[in-house]
């Protein structure tokens, strides 16, 4: 649940309105200000010189350090992640001598400012640091042997600059990717409720063609049921037609829908038909939601492709409520020439994409279509 929270707090987020130009100078400046002033406070304290030499060097040091962080992540990475993944792993590399040779070569060119303008520290544990540095040739003072000396220095003070900003932009592509799967869920969603008001639009006059008839054939033998078909059939039209088109709906209502869809479908079958239904804690389900029409499209096909078998012929479903889990399965009979064929189409597939964007890693589908059988049982963790 943490984790959910934090996504969404960071998917959430508007990283480019809130890291304008202004902000990122702003934020910069800062980062290199407070590496100045512990630098500076280093120089006074650590090594006894005065502050104003101290502020000398912590000028030449901070300039060093902004020419190559600079030049690493706005010149060269950029152009090394343009290729392959070999070339750029290979670049990579090369790019970590490359800023350390950088880096001394700065500090050498800064030295010979320094000691051109007679600058030299006069007490500590420095003394003497720039001329000394200054008497030394450009070879000599990036070779191999003196890289090798100052390679842990030069890591140690750029590292703390170079965390920050690869942290910083892991947060920023994180935020992107997080943005773009919601962005991408919420096609996904409006999608899967288009192809659902589609089927919605296929099934209701499929109901009314089959219940009209059924009612008709009721009325023209004045059988008592009438009233109560009219009755179940207003509930689903009215179900379908307003309450389904939330997002969830209570279970107590989607199985309200489910029984009456499944006693409708029934009466077109003779009476000795095995066509069961059995709903354990109904009633008692209030306080839990789930998605509209979920488990219809199962329903649906199992009148379809069921109960036409030259063995036997059933359909049977279960559904049960255990601890805010919903137990649903279904099985029916399926002829042997359908048995190769793809049995549910649309109606599975929008239920399956359903479950993935409304229920992640919160439900279980098992689709199995074995010898004369096609069963469907799903289970699914509810929120109240």
């Known amino acids: 649940m943490s984790n959910n929270y934090f996504s969404d707090k960071i998917a959430t987020f508007d990283f480019d309105q809130f890291y304008t130009k202004k902000r990122r100078i702003l934020f910069h400046s800062i980062m290199w200000l407070l590496f100045a002033t512990f630098l500076l406070l280093s120089y006074i304290l650590a090594y006894d010189i005065p502050p104003l030499h101290s502020l000398i060097l912590t000028l030449r ?17 950029p152009r090394i992640f343009e290729g392959g993944k070999i ?9 970590i001598p490359f800023c350390i040779y950088l880096w001394m070569a700065i500090t050498y060119f800064t030295t010979l400012v320094y000691n051109n303008f007679g600058f030299d520290i006069p007490t500590g544990e420095l003394k003497g640091v720039i001329s000394k540095a200054a008497e030394q040739s450009f070879a000599q003072a990036l070779s191999f042997r003196r890289v090798l000396s100052q390679i842990i220095i030069v890591i140690s003070l750029l590292s703390p600059f170079f965390f920050v900003k690869i942290l910083f932009e892991i947060f920023r ?4 990717t997080l943005k773009l799967q919601q962005q991408k869920m919420e096609v996904e969603i409006q999608n899967i409720n288009m192809e659902k008001n589609f089927l919605k639009a296929q099934l209701n006059p499929h109901f009314l063609f089959n219940t009209l008839n059924n009612l008709y054939s009721l009325a023209i033998k004045k059988d008592n049921q009438t009233p109560e078909v009219i009755l179940n059939l207003s509930e689903m039209m009215s179900y379908t037609l307003y309450e389904s088109n939330t997002e969830k709906v209570s279970l107590d ?5 489910i029984k009456n869809y499944f006693e409708l479908e029934k009466m077109r079958y003779p009476t000795d038909k ?5 709903i354990s804690n109904e009633g008692c389900t209030s306080d839990l939601y789930i998605a509209p029409l979920l488990t219809f ?3 649906e096909n199992a009148f379809k492709y069921g109960l036409k078998s030259t063995e036997e012929q059933f359909i049977l479903l279960d559904i049960k409520t255990e601890n805010n889990t919903f ?9 042997r020439i359908n048995q190769d064929q793809s049995v549910g189409g649309i109606g599975l597939e929008n239920m399956r994409k359903r479950l993935v964007l409304l229920y992640p890693e919160q439900h279980e589908l098992q689709i199995e279509n074995t010898g004369n059988r096609f069963k469907v049982t799903l289970k699914i963790v509810l929120e109240n």
């Open 253 to 257: 209502k989607e199985l309200d829908f």
């Open 327 to 335: 137990y649903f399965q279904l099985e029916n009979d399926v002829e």
């Open 87 to 95: 070339k750029a792993t290979v670049l990579l590399l090369l790019s």
């Open 297 to 299: 499209s199962c329903i």
């Open 274 to 278: 095995n066509i069961q239904i059995n």
């Open 61 to 77: 040091m901070t300039i060093c350090n902004m020419a190559v962080f600079y030049t690493f992540f706005y010149i060269l990475l």
């Open 173 to 176: 592509m994180y935020n992107r």
